[in-house]
C-alpha cells in the first residue's frame, strides 16, 4: 500500500478476502450503521491483474474509506469484485456516478453498482436433526442475528439464517462449506437473496421460547415457522 495511505488504513487476509479497513475513529452510531451495509458499494468487472492498491488509490479520492473488501482466489488475484464503503454518507447516485468517472480516468474498467447486501443463508436437506439440536450447531460455528425454521412439511424443516452483513454472511457460508456434513449427507447451504423465494412459501412464523419441550408440543401440532 502507498505510505501515505499506511497511517490511515490497515491491511489484512482471512480466507478469500482482502479488508483494507479505517484507522479513523468513527462514531458508534455510525459503526452500527456501516457494519449493518449501510452504503455499501458493489465494485464489479476487476481484472485479475488489479491490485487491491490501484481501487485504494481512486477510492480514497472521493473520502475516507470505512472499508474495503477485495475478492481472491487461491493465487491471491482478484476474482472480480469487491465492496467499497465509506464513512462519511454520500448520495449514492452521486458516488456511483462519481467513482465510476474516476476508474475510467485511472484506466480501469470497473463497474459500480449499489450492493444488495445479502445476508440471508438457507440450509436446506438436514437429516435426523432436530431444529433444537439444528440451533445449537449453528451458535457453536458463527453468530448470527436471526434464525427462522420453516416446517415445509411434517418433520421437514428449511433453515434461513441472517446475518449482521454480508461480509458475516459470507464469512458463515465459506464455515459451512467445510462443516456441512455435520447437518448430513444430503444437507446444502445457498444464499438467499430478494426473492429466491416466495413469501407464500414462508409466510407464517411464530415467536417460540428456546425450550425443547415446547417446541416439540409445537411442530406437533403445527406445520408453520419457528423462531429463534
Known sequence: MDLNLEHKYRKSRKNGTIYVTTRSPVSAERQIELESGAGELYLNGIQRNYSVDQIMQVAHMLGDVYKLRFKIDFSGESRGFAYLQYITDHSMDCMLEILLL?????????????????????????????????????????????????????????????????DDAAQAHHTF???????????????????????????????????EMNLLEFT?????CIRF
Not at 122 to 151: A, G
Not at 220 to 224: R, T
Open 102 to 166: 474516476r476508474f475510467r480516468l485511472a484506466n480501469l474498467s470497473i463497474k459500480v453498482f449499489p450492493s444488495r447486501n445479502i445476508r440471508r443463508l438457507l440450509l436446506n436437506n438436514v437429516e435426523q436433526l432436530t431444529p433444537i439440536q439444528v440451533y445449537q450447531k449453528l451458535r457453536q460455528m458463527f453468530h448470527y442475528i436471526k434464525l427462522n425454521v420453516h416446517e415445509i412439511r411434517p418433520q421437514h424443516y428449511v433453515y434461513i439464517i441472517l446475518y449482521r452483513n454480508n
Open 177 to 211: 462449506r467445510t462443516k456441512i456434513i455435520q447437518f448430513g449427507a444430503e444437507a446444502a447451504v445457498e444464499w438467499l437473496g430478494k426473492g429466491s423465494r416466495k413469501k407464500s412459501d414462508l409466510s407464517c412464523c411464530v415467536q417460540l421460547q428456546r425450550d
Open 220 to 224: 406437533e401440532k403445527d406445520h408453520c
